[in-house]
């Protein structure tokens, strides 16, 4: 099948975008509607060069919105990227800086006193919610959705329970929902329609009242199955396949499945637009759209083969671009200017600013965010601020730090033993291919002496450090 008719049938699964109804009165303050991919590359979606996979819903966001070029994620797996995300905070300064398991069914959780995106927009007057996964927290932790500043939760406690899309169970704010339909090993209940489904009742409820949305949906994470329907038909036999089985549910086509993942998330962005209009309120709500981290090679996936990291180097648990550096596209309409991009580099710690800054509220005094907002460059109004650098840490793999400042990257691996030290100039090199270590010594000096120094220690995610 040709890309042309492959975009033809997309564009047949779901007429979104068709309708329009008139706008009812503006609320006091923006809707925000903030749409979370799981191990989505930068260069999955067609707005950011995908040639393979359609994402048409997404392309028709970056025609109406504005795309970041240097956007990242709070790191390069999920947990931490999330609290990144959740607090304001960088991996230096986060609770959260690893995938750190807690048995039977959880991950670390944040202290209950946290200050949380959640939180802040919860106290301005916003109804909050979370679909999808969370990962920060055990149930009956101090850190589960409702005690964070969400009214609402519906998905996966577990980020580790959420690499199956045929859950035995899901998660109502406190409320184990048994899936019958999937005890036993049985199939048959596809979480995400049902997350989605969820998130999208939730808007209809609060059309009328500000609302504050996070979907955090899965996809395309391994496991890579879903549903074998009209679009998972587009690319069933598109592709010479390896069918996969490993540590993850077996995939008989890997790459069909994989594609189909990314074509049902856009499925999902593309009814989310559509809802807003048909609610009367896309005039006044923002929806951003971006990915945790890097594309993954688990469950049988081929981020090489679908190009999935674009022009960067690197995927998730590394720290160079591709491990790191995610789309992000913003719409909101007549107030951002529809088919836009930007150059400004920002990252996960900048959202709440951002959403501070947007609903006119200053951040608590004694709460302090790694983050600026970016409202000026998404509004085209004022002087926006720049970062003087950025900071990643990840725990494993022998532990790897990340420093940008302006076009300079430091990546040094085996940071807890024998660290390798590689410094790259992002403007001339954007695969980093050309290790500048030895030519510029002056710059690699001052670089890490800054890196070392930007962290704050943690008790629960040690890190060696030779201050």
């Known amino acids: 099948m040709n890309r042309q008719n492959i975009a033809k049938v997309m564009l047949c699964c779901a007429p979104l975008y068709a309708c329009n109804t008139t706008q009812t009165e503006e609320t006091q303050k923006p809707n925000v509607i903030y749409i979370l991919a799981d191990d989505l590359g930068y260069g999955d979606i067609e707005p950011y060069g995908q040639e393979i996979i359609k994402t048409p819903y997404l392309t028709q966001m970056a025609s109406e919105g504005m795309m970041f070029m240097q956007h990242y994620a709070g790191s390069t797996v999920s947990a931490p990227s999330r609290g990144s995300l959740m607090t304001g905070l960088h991996t230096g300064n986060s609770q959260i800086r690893g995938n750190k398991e807690i048995a039977p069914e959880g991950q670390q959780p944040m ?11 919860k106290q301005e007057g ?50 184990k929902v048994i899936l019958k339909d999937n005890l036993d090993g049985a199939r048959n209940t596809y979480s995400q329609e049902l997350i989605h489904q969820e998130a999208l009742q939730f808007i209809r409820n609060n059309k009328d009242k500000p609302f504050f949305a996070m979907l955090t949906y899965t996809l395309p994470h391994a496991e890579l199955n879903l549903p074998h329907d009209s679009i998972y038909h587009i ?19 890997p790459r069909a499945s994989f594609a189909a993942m990314v074509s ?10 559509l809802e807003l209009k048909e609610l009367g ?30 022009p960067l180097r690197g995927i998730k648990r590394d720290l160079y671009e591709g491990g790191i550096r995610v789309p992000m596209i913003v719409r909101y309409p007549n107030k951002v200017e529809a088919g836009s991009s930007t150059n400004h580099i920002s990252a996960f710690w900048d959202i709440m600013p951002t959403l501070a800054n947007l609903i006119n509220i200053e951040l608590p005094s004694e709460e302090q965010t790694d ?42 691996l085996n940071a807890k033993t024998e660290e390798e030290v590689e410094l790259y100039n992002l403007a001339n090199d954007l695969a980093e291919t050309n290790n500048l270590i030895d030519e510029e010594a002056d710059k690699a000096k001052e670089m890490y002496d800054k890196l070392k120094s930007i962290r704050t220690e943690s008790s629960i995610f040690p890190f060696y450090n030779n201050n």
């Open 111 to 121: 202290e209950g006193d946290t200050y949380t995106i959640g939180k802040m927009m």
């Open 126 to 175: 916003y109804t909050t919610g979370i679909f999808g996964k969370w990962g920060l927290g055990y149930p009956e932790s101090p850190s589960i959705p409702k005690k964070m500043g969400f009214d609402e939760f519906y998905g996966y406690n577990c980020q580790r329970m959420a690499h199956t899309y045929y859950p035995e169970h899901l998660w109502r704010n406190e409320e």
């Open 235 to 253: 690319y069933e036999d598109m592709f010479e396949e390896t069918p996969y089985s490993g540590g993850y549910h077996d995939s008989e086509k």
């Open 264 to 273: 049902l998330l856009d499925k999902y962005v593309g009814e989310v637009m």
């Open 281 to 310: 309120i896309d005039d006044n709500t923002i929806v951003i759209f971006t990915s945790d981290n890097g594309p993954h090679m688990e469950g049988g996936a081929d981020p090489k083969f679908f190009n999935s990291s674009g």
């Open 371 to 412: 983050g600026i907002s970016f409202l000026p460059t998404l509004l085209n109004k004022g002087k926006q601020q720049e970062h003087e650098y950025l900071y990643w840490e990840f725990h494993e793999g022998g532990g790897r730090l990340a420093l940008r400042e302006g076009d300079w990257k430091m990546v040094v």
